[in-house]
Each structure stands twice: as structure tokens, then as C-alpha cells.
């Protein structure tokens, strides 16, 4: 279970950071839309896959208090 919450919050992380930073530079260039969706929709997308990142995490530290 901690393999799983350690790769499924690194993969998060970096598809939330990544969205992030495309609909962010998109956006900066001017356009609204990209690829149907609008830009604030990425940003937000990205904001939620990355707390879902610190989400999976905290559940990892979290779990870790049990052995000692």
C-alpha cells in the first residue's frame, strides 16, 4: 500500500504540475482555449491533481506513525 500512495502521488504531482504549467503559459500567450478546454479548467485541474499528490502523501506519513 505505501508503493502504491508513494507512485500514485509522484504520477499526481507531476501531471498536476504539468497542467498546470501548460494552461498557465497557454493562457499567458493570449488564447482561452486549448484543445477544447478552456485555460482555467487545466489550472484547476492541475490544483486538484496536486492537492490529490499531497493527499496521497499525508496518508503515507500518516501511516508511518503506526511501526514506532
Known sequence: M??????????????GTLMCLVG???RL???FWLGGFQTGTLLQ??????????LCFLALLA????RR
Open 24 to 26: 498557465g503559459l497557454v
Open 2 to 15: 505505501q508503493t502504491t500512495l508513494t507512485w500514485l502521488g509522484r504520477l499526481a504531482g507531476i501531471a
Open 45 to 54: 485541474a492541475g490544483s486538484a491533481l496536486m492537492t490529490f499528490a499531497c
Open 29 to 31: 500567450s493570449g488564447s
Open 63 to 66: 501511516g508511518r506513525g503506526d
